[in-house]
């Protein structure tokens, strides 16, 4: 069975950090690309941040400059570190895996910046 698990969020205050990882499991082949997309309440799913499997990243112009999305090379284990976090990056947090045959969607974390 193939799972994509993320973690790490959590309530922080403006300006503070996290950092969330995505760690998928299973049987997964050929994965192309590993993104992190958010949804804030009332709004559509954005994409955050995507790296693929040659390194190349893109991102969000909202996180430019403060987020930056990595991998570790052994694993497919993908972090997204968020620096200088804003009461506007408050979101569900999901992790999407995208392989050349189909995808993988983990569930979900919660990143709450608050004062």
């Known amino acids: 069975q193939v799972q994509v698990v993320e973690s790490g969020g959590g309530l922080v205050q403006p300006g503070g950090s996290l950092r969330l990882s995505c760690a998928p499991s299973g049987s997964i082949f050929s994965i192309y690309r590993i993104g992190w997309y958010r949804r804030a309440p009332g709004k559509q799913r954005e994409l955050v941040a995507t790296?693929?499997?040659?390194?190349?990243?893109n991102y969000a112009d909202s996180v430019k400059g403060r987020f930056t999305i990595s991998r570790e090379n052994a694993k497919n284990t993908v972090y997204l570190q968020m620096n200088s976090l804003k009461p506007e990056d408050t979101a569900v947090y999901s992790c999407h895996v995208e392989t050349h045959y189909t995808n993988y969607w983990g569930r979900g974390t919660q990143v709450t910046v608050s004062s």
């Open positions: 790296i693929t499997s040659g390194g190349t990243t």
